[in-house]
């Protein structure tokens, strides 16, 4: 049976309880959005498999992760899409941080269906109307957080509840792999 998955970066538990308040305070002021129930994350990807298949592509995540060695994130800006996201972002340091591990990740999979994210962010609110944007950006104008990036959660679409849940925690092994050099015999 076909399943939907996703590969995300958690914050802490203290990181996640913070911006769980944010979405209720927004909620209090908008009524109900677009992942108000989501737990806080960075996405990496999407992709929908045959559930017999999810250990095959859990061990290329394993694999790609062991050479990852963990690192802070500062998240210090709010920001919005066009789309009516509106987001925490990290810091420029940070993004550049994040997307090759990102990218690694995508390409690891090796998956038609993927999809994928290039902008690490965490969304506090998806498709909301540009009079809900300009209030979340009235309500949150400031932030500074630190995000101790050194694993990858690798969740599972709940059809019926309509959230992803972990389903296993992939740790970074700081064992950087040395690059293929493609070099001549003689």
Request: aromatic content about 10%.
């Amino acid at each position: 049976m076909e399943k939907k998955y996703s590969v995300v970066i958690h914050p802490s538990l203290e990181i996640i309880e913070a911006i769980k308040l944010m979405k209720e305070l927004l909620a209090t002021e908008i009524g109900w959005f677009n992942s108000k129930n989501s737990i806080a994350h960075i996405t990496i990807c999407e992709f929908t498999i045959d559930n017999s298949q999810i250990d095959k592509f859990k061990q290329k995540l394993i694999k790609v992760c062991d050479s990852f060695t963990p690192f802070e994130v500062l998240l210090d800006r709010f920001g919005s899409y066009e789309s009516g996201a509106f987001f925490i972002a990290p810091n420029e340091e940070s993004k550049e941080n994040l997307k090759p591990i990102m990218k690694k990740m995508q390409e690891a999979l090796q998956l038609s269906n993927l999809k994928k994210s290039s902008d690490p962010h965490i969304s506090i609110g998806r498709k909301l109307t540009p009079e809900n944007l300009k209030i979340a950006s009235q309500l949150f104008t400031t932030i500074a957080m630190d995000l101790s990036c050194k694993e990858i959660i690798l969740r599972e679409f709940d059809p019926v509840r309509k959230q992803f849940f972990v389903i296993d925690s992939i740790p970074f092994g700081s064992n950087p792999q040395p690059e293929l050099i493609q070099g001549t015999l003689f």
